[in-house]
């Protein structure tokens, strides 16, 4: 009994640490556009990262993307850049950086920032045709980010 108690407490501290270590969207450090520190200190999953890719109320990365690994996806998307090779042509901090905030690399992109709440211009709320009173949630937390990165990082040539 005083195993599963011990057991517990551990389990009950690494995920309050892991929740602590979540770094907010105001917080996070650019470094010319690459973001080095990982958003949340726990490793991505690159099936769920691949999810939230292909789920339209998610990241939907696939309706802009081409993915060559990905056959299965109706109506991929050929207005961005294919991400085939995308471990190849950049690293894990600039992929994080590209999906954090795009613009912070790319100044022209269309591409939308998703992990960002403050500093945008005209924003919405919701279908109401009224501007928010606070700031905006983040499209994707922090962990479907790590996700989404883990995954891109199995694209290469």
């Known amino acids: 009994m ?8 551990v389990a ?3 995920a309050t640490w892991a929740l602590a270590a979540e770094v907010a969207p105001t917080e996070v450090m650019f470094e010319g556009g690459a973001v080095a520190a990982s ?4 490793p991505g999953d690159p099936e769920a990262g691949a999810k939230v890719m292909t789920t339209a109320s998610l990241g939907n990365c696939v309706a802009c993307h081409l993915i060559e690994a990905m056959p299965a996806v109706q109506f991929p998307g050929t207005i961005a850049p294919a991400l085939d090779g995308a471990a190849d042509r950049w690293t894990e901090a600039e992929l994080r950086g590209l999906l954090v905030n ?5 100044d022209a992109t269309f591409m939308p920032a998703f992990y ?8 919405g709320d919701g279908y109401t045709g009224k501007a928010p009173e606070s ?4 499209i994707l937390s922090a962990q ?3 996700n989404i990165v883990a995954y891109l990082l199995t694209l290469r040539d």
């Open 2 to 9: 005083t195993r599963k108690i011990a057991l517990a407490a």
């Open 12 to 14: 009950s501290l690494a």
């Open 39 to 42: 958003l949340t200190g726990v």
């Open 102 to 106: 795009a613009k912070m690399t790319f």
């Open 116 to 123: 960002k709440t403050e500093g945008f211009i005209r924003p």
């Open 135 to 138: 700031d905006l949630p983040p």
């Open 144 to 146: 479907q980010i790590e």
